[in-house]
């Protein structure tokens, strides 16, 4: 293996998120600089956001193509209900991931209980074989790990002796780390992964690079090890996440992932007008419309060598 390391550091912007009644998320995936880290092709993190003052998460009734949502929180509860018949809720340290595929709506409401609400919503793309796979939705408890200086949860894929049982249709891992003050923590990884860090709260430093809060690490693919070192007194806690090269190209607009213009125009069409989606049963409350497509088609992105 290669002894060279280059992290590359993404910076978070502000996005509004789910429409007239929005929530300010930051994003760090999809960007200029990169698209996907494996099959991974969005990212956002949110929070803690105190839910008396932002009104918490109230997101209508609206459309996915082409991908699979991952919910993951640190604080808070979210309702879930989608046009499977899902009634399901997202909390602390249990994963909800959701394959849209050839069409899936649904919505996303933090419940009465919730006072502060903190987590990542996270898209993964699927490959071309199984972009019009069957609705689905699954749900999984990861058992806690202790490693050394870490606390550690495998939501996806595999890292070291721990293993999610949930399926993906590329190779993927996913992992809420909890990496204790003054600690260092040496990972064996897949050196035929591309990984990124996401780190929530803390200062950590991965593979030599000081990462802040909200920024995204990116290191490609060609190491088997990975070190992570909190010189801080405080606790950080950090999302890992990782994958094969995804080498496909995706148009990803609003909701959808397609391979073209004409396969986002047509998800936008039917959700205007047909019932490839479905209907999400017990929200009081109108669908998402759909934004306007811009007025120049829709070029395809890849990954960025």
């Given at each position: 293996?290669?002894?060279a390391?280059?992290v590359?550091?993404?910076s ?6 789910g429409?007239?009644r929005?929530m300010t ?9 990169r698209t ?16 008396a ?5 109230d997101?209508a009734?609206?459309p ?7 919910s993951?929180l640190?604080?808070?509860e979210?309702?879930h209900?989608d046009s499977?018949?899902t009634?399901a809720f997202?909390r602390?340290g249990?994963l909800?991931l959701m394959?849209?595929?050839h069409?899936i709506?649904?919505?996303?409401v ?9 987590g ?6 699927l490959p071309?074989e199984?972009r019009?796979?069957?609705?689905d939705?699954?749900?999984?408890v990861?058992t ?15 890292l ?8 993906t249709f590329?190779?993927?891992l996913?992992?809420e ?5 003054h ?6 990884v897949n ?6 860090l996401?780190v929530?709260?803390?200062q950590?430093?991965m ?8 920024e995204?690490?990116y290191?490609?693919?060609g ?8 010189d801080t007194?405080d ?7 990782g ?5 496909e190209?995706?148009?990803m607009?609003w ?7 004409e396969?986002?125009a047509?998800?936008r069409e039917?959700w205007t007008?047909?019932?490839r ?5 017990g929200?009081e409350?109108?669908?998402?419309p759909?934004?306007?497509?811009p007025?120049?088609p829709?070029k395809?992105r890849?990954?960025?060598?």
């Amino acid at each position: 293996m290669s002894n060279a390391v280059k992290v590359e550091v993404l910076s978070a912007r502000d996005v509004p998120l789910g429409g007239p009644r929005s929530m300010t998320v930051r994003r760090t995936l999809p960007q200029r600089a990169r698209t996907l880290i494996g099959a991974w092709c969005f990212v956002d993190h949110y929070g803690p956001d105190d839910v008396a003052d932002t009104g918490g998460m109230d997101v209508a009734p609206h459309p996915h193509t082409g991908l699979q949502t991952v919910s993951w929180l640190f604080t808070g509860e979210i309702e879930h209900r989608d046009s499977l018949g899902t009634h399901a809720f997202v909390r602390p340290g249990e994963l909800n991931l959701m394959t849209g595929g050839h069409g899936i709506s649904h919505t996303e409401v933090s419940t009465p209980r919730t006072t502060v609400l903190h987590g990542v919503q996270l898209w993964v793309a699927l490959p071309d074989e199984h972009r019009h796979a069957d609705r689905d939705f699954q749900h999984h408890v990861p058992t806690p790990v202790e490693m050394e200086g870490a606390e550690v949860r495998v939501f996806l894929g595999e890292l070291q002796t721990s293993s999610s049982p949930v399926r993906t249709f590329t190779p993927l891992l996913g992992a809420e780390l909890l990496l204790r003050p003054h600690a260092t923590l040496k990972l064996t990884v897949n050196a035929d992964f591309e990984h990124g860090l996401l780190v929530d709260k803390g200062q950590v430093d991965m593979a030599g690079t000081l990462l802040n809060p909200a920024e995204l690490g990116y290191l490609g693919p060609g190491r088997d090890t990975l070190t992570l070192t909190n010189d801080t007194d405080d606790a950080a806690r950090l999302i890992l996440l990782g994958g094969e090269p995804f080498e496909e190209e995706l148009v990803m607009w609003w909701n959808f992932v397609g391979r073209t213009h004409e396969d986002i125009a047509r998800a936008r069409e039917d959700w205007t007008t047909g019932d490839r989606f479905g209907v999400v049963k017990g929200y009081e409350g109108d669908p998402l419309p759909a934004p306007e497509l811009p007025n120049v088609p829709l070029k395809p992105r890849g990954r960025v060598r």
